[in-house]
T-cell receptor, first 117, second 111 residues
Framework: ETGVTQTPRHLVMGMTNKKSLKCEQH?????MYWYKQSAKKPLELMFV???????ENNSVPSRFSPECPNSSHLFLHLHTLQPEDSALYLC????????????????FGEGSRLTVL | QQPVQSPQAVILREGEDAVINCSSS?????VHWYRQKHGEAPVFLMI?????EQKGHEKISASFNEKKQQSSLYLTASQLSYSGTYFC????????????FGGGTRLMVKP
């Protein structure tokens, strides 16, 4: 496999469920990201990990909990979500985290389409 | 604060040209352009760094005016494969690791 792989591609959950989204990158990158893409809204950065350490947490509600056990894997744990959390969740990776010395070209997965009932 | 893209949508005939603009209220270090086709992942097009450079990618090029905090994406002699939503992402000075995306410009190229 190559690139960035996300599972599941589609997920339907109730507001009291606990589920997780998984992302795996096969590019040897050191940085990984979660973005949220809602209809008619810009891509919203949620979390950034660099070398398994969280370096950005963009004011995301605590019902979203990221986990980065190693530089190839990223999870987004979901708990007691709201219907407005329904969206496409995109995972991305880059060689290094975006910075003044790093251009941070992002490689995206195809996303996990989440529906909260 | 997210950059503002214009227009929001554009319809072209094959072979026509288009310009997509991206404007920020913050001083920028770099501007990134991505294209997302329906049901697919966003794909990187190019990055423009502070310095006012212009880049090209086949018949797609872009410019970056750091003084005006603006970037423009130029699509010339458009092809059917250019259809999709184009996003600009901006990296602002002092924004750490954050790349902030605009709302996107939906481009449809018709035969």
């Amino acid at each position: 496999e190559t690139g960035v792989t996300q599972t599941p591609r589609h997920l339907v959950m109730g507001m009291t469920n606990k589920k997780s989204l998984k992302c795996e990158q096969h590019l040897g990158h050191n940085a990984m990201y979660w973005y949220k893409q809602s209809a008619k809204k810009p891509l919203e950065l949620m979390f950034v990990y660099s070398l398994e350490e969280r370096v950005e947490n963009n004011s995301v509600p605590s019902r979203f909990s990221p986990e980065c056990p190693n530089s190839s894997h990223l999870f987004l744990h979901l708990h007691t979500l709201q219907p407005e959390d329904s969206a496409l969740y995109l995972c991305a990776s880059s060689q290094e985290a975006l910075g003044l010395l790093n251009t941070g070209e992002l490689f995206f997965g195809e996303g996990s389409r989440l529906t909260v009932l | 604060q997210q950059p503002v893209q214009s227009p929001q949508a554009v319809i072209l005939r094959e072979g026509e040209d288009a310009v997509i603009n991206c404007s920020s209220s913050k001083a920028l270090y770099s501007v990134h352009w991505y294209r997302q086709k329906h049901g697919e992942a966003p794909v990187f097009l190019m990055i423009l760094l502070k310095g006012g450079e212009q880049k090209g990618h086949e018949k797609i090029s872009a410019s970056f005016n750091e003084k005006k905090q603006q970037s423009s994406l130029y699509l010339t002699a458009s092809q059917l494969s250019y259809s999709g939503t184009y996003f600009c992402g901006t990296h602002s000075l002092g924004a750490g690791n954050m790349l902030t995306f605009g709302g996107g410009t939906r481009l449809m190229v018709k035969p």
